[in-house]
């Protein structure tokens, strides 16, 4: 019976204690400006490439039915330069570009720039306060605005 119990108490305290993933964040609890980020179609392929020192991450959000989900992500702690497929979503094909930079103990959003030409296809980037830059580029694939 007391053993019962004291499961029952972790279980829930787990739950009321644990973060719940809302739609439209970003990392950490931040909430994500669609303003700031780029909307595109998919499927695509596309390489992340980061430099400086502070944390950078791109994520591609796909459009849920009333908000922009988390689909995936890239990050300058697994390499300088990370190559993603990004796959269509049968329901819709709208994605969104974003990145984020570690500003101290936040998370903040970069505004990426409009479309380049790369030599390897279309790129977006943005600069962070520290210096640091992140750029995105599509390599194959649509990666256009839809």
């Known amino acids: 019976m007391v053993t019962s119990i004291l499961w ?3 279980i829930g305290m787990t739950f009321l ?3 719940q993933v809302e739609a439209s964040q970003g990392p950490g609890a931040t909430k994500m400006d669609a303003k700031l980020g780029v909307e595109v179609e998919g499927p695509f392929e596309m390489i992340c490439t ?3 020192r502070s944390k950078k991450v791109i994520i591609v959000y796909r459009h849920g039915p009333k908000e922009w989900e988390p689909k995936l992500s890239c990050n300058d702690g697994a390499g300088s330069q990370i190559a993603r497929h990004v796959p269509a979503d049968g329901r ?3 994605l969104m570009i974003t990145g984020w930079y570690a500003d101290g103990r936040e998370w903040k959003q970069c505004e990426l720039k409009g479309w380049r030409n ?3 296809g279309k790129s977006l980037s943005c600069q ?3 210096g640091g830059t992140m750029t995105v580029t599509c390599t ?3 990666c256009a605005k839809p």
Do not use: C
Request: aromatic letters at 4%; glycine letters at 10%; charged letters at 30%.
């Open 128 to 130: 962070t306060p520290s």
């Open 92 to 94: 819709d094909p709208r």
């Open 50 to 52: 980061f430099l400086g």
């Open 17 to 19: 204690l644990t973060p």
């Open 8 to 10: 029952a108490l972790i």
């Open 118 to 120: 790369d030599p390897k």
């Open 140 to 142: 194959k694939g649509r």
